[in-house]
T-cell receptor, first 114, second 109 residues
Framework: GAVVSQHPSWVICKSGTSVKIECRSL??????MFWYRQFPKQSLMLMATSNEGSKATYEQGVEKDKFLINHASLTLSTLTVTSAHPEDSSFYIC??????????FGNGTRLTVT | DAKTTQPPSMDCAEGRAANLPCNHSTISGNEYVYWYRQIHSQGPQYIIHGLKNNETNEMASLIITEDRKSSTLILPHATLRDTAVYYCIVRETGNQFYFGTGTSLTVIP
């Protein structure tokens, strides 16, 4: 079945630094990728939608300059959390879909900002 | 925003069928019904989806009412590993995936 690989699975960084999270579709062409964040005991909150080769569309309240999304190829999207602060600590999850392919999710990245 | 409502929690005895309901009374004609589940600290796992006909795969069955305003996910023989949060999502192809609060299913030995 379709596989989405997300890396790293966890990361600890210091306040003020930037962190990049990669999301790859391993066996299908991901024309659209979605990025979510999830706080403990809460549901997934959609942050942004990215279509290959175009700028990401951000949900209301999500800062595009803080959460940089790049979707330069049909198999790779990246989320960069810039100038991270402790309140950015969360579980970030990517997902990908393509032609005739249901949405599949990566296994998430646990970000801890100290 | 999520267009579905689900009970917050359910229990099911191991080996019995788990029936998880979902209301989507404002669903439009082009929107599919998707089911995912999430085990703690993992990404959601795709289960099944359908438009108006009932669907079955190796994991589950999806029953959609004739008016499409509600659906039921059926896990025919629940196991302890089926304990998870189950999300019902309605989505039109090309649109965003919004998650509701889901149903926390606990399978009891």
């Amino acid at each position: 079945g379709a596989v989405v690989s997300q890396h790293p699975s966890w990361v600890i960084c210091k306040s003020g630094t930037s962190v990049k999270i990669e999301c790859r579709s391993l066996d299908f062409q991901a024309t659209t990728m979605f990025w979510y964040r999830q706080f403990p005991k809460q549901s997934l909150m959609l942050m942004a939608t990215s279509n290959e080769g175009s700028k990401a569309t951000y949900e209301q309240g999500v800062e595009k300059d803080k959460f940089l999304i790049n979707h330069a190829s049909l198999t790779l999207s990246t989320l960069t959390v810039t100038s991270a602060h402790p309140e950015d600590s969360s579980f970030y999850i990517c997902s990908a879909t393509g032609p005739r392919t249901p949405l599949h999710f990566g296994n998430g990245t646990r970000l801890t900002v100290t | 925003d999520a267009k579905t409502t689900q009970p917050p929690s359910m229990d099911c005895a191991e080996g019995r069928a788990a029936n998880l309901p979902c209301n989507h009374s404002t669903i439009s004609g082009n929107e599919y019904v998707y089911w995912y589940r999430q085990i703690h600290s993992q990404g959601p796992q795709y289960i099944i989806h359908g438009l108006k006909n009932n669907e079955t795969n190796e994991m589950a069955s999806l029953i959609i009412t004739e008016d499409r305003k509600s659906s039921t996910l059926i896990l025919p023989h629940a196991t302890l590993r089926d304990t998870a949060v189950y999300y019902c999502i309605v989505r039109e192809t090309g649109n965003q995936f919004y998650f509701g609060t889901g149903t926390s299913l606990t399978v009891i030995p």
